[in-house]
């Protein structure tokens, strides 16, 4: 069975920073690529951003491109995702997955295969 973890969401100001964490087990996990969602009120769920396998790669939508940043450690089968320069609009329930069929970073919701509970970040204005 795996297991997907988030945590470090939290109530910023605007222009504050917020580091996620995710952390990924299961027996039957190996090479891996791993995304982050969110979804806020009466909204689809939206890619964010992705990292290959190998963390040579990554991809962001064009609403956080320059302000978000994602990483992993595969020693902690973790990974991060820093938040920078906050916006109201970036509040959601951020949500993490993993693809285990691809090591590329991928966008589409629907290539994920397992998903974490959601971490909550608000940022007021």
């Known amino acids: 069975q795996v297991q997907v973890v988030e945590s470090g969401g939290g109530l910023v100001q605007a222009g504050g920073s917020l580091r996620l964490s995710c952390a990924a087990s299961?027996?039957?996990?190996?090479?891996?690529?791993m995304g982050w969602f969110r979804q806020a009120p009466g909204k689809d769920r939206e890619f964010v951003a992705a990292?290959?396998?190998?963390?040579?790669?990554?991809v962001y939508a064009d609403s956080v491109k320059g302000r978000f940043t994602i990483s992993r450690d595969n020693a902690k089968n973790t990974v991060y995702l820093q938040i920078n320069s906050l916006k109201p609009e970036d509040t959601a329930v951020y949500y993490c997955a993993v693809d285990k069929d691809r090591v590329i970073a991928t966008v589409g919701l629907y290539e994920y295969d397992y998903w974490g509970q959601g971490t909550q970040v608000t940022v007021s204005s």
């Open positions: 990292i290959s396998w190998g963390g040579d790669s990554a």
């Open positions: 299961g027996r039957t996990l190996s090479r891996y690529a």
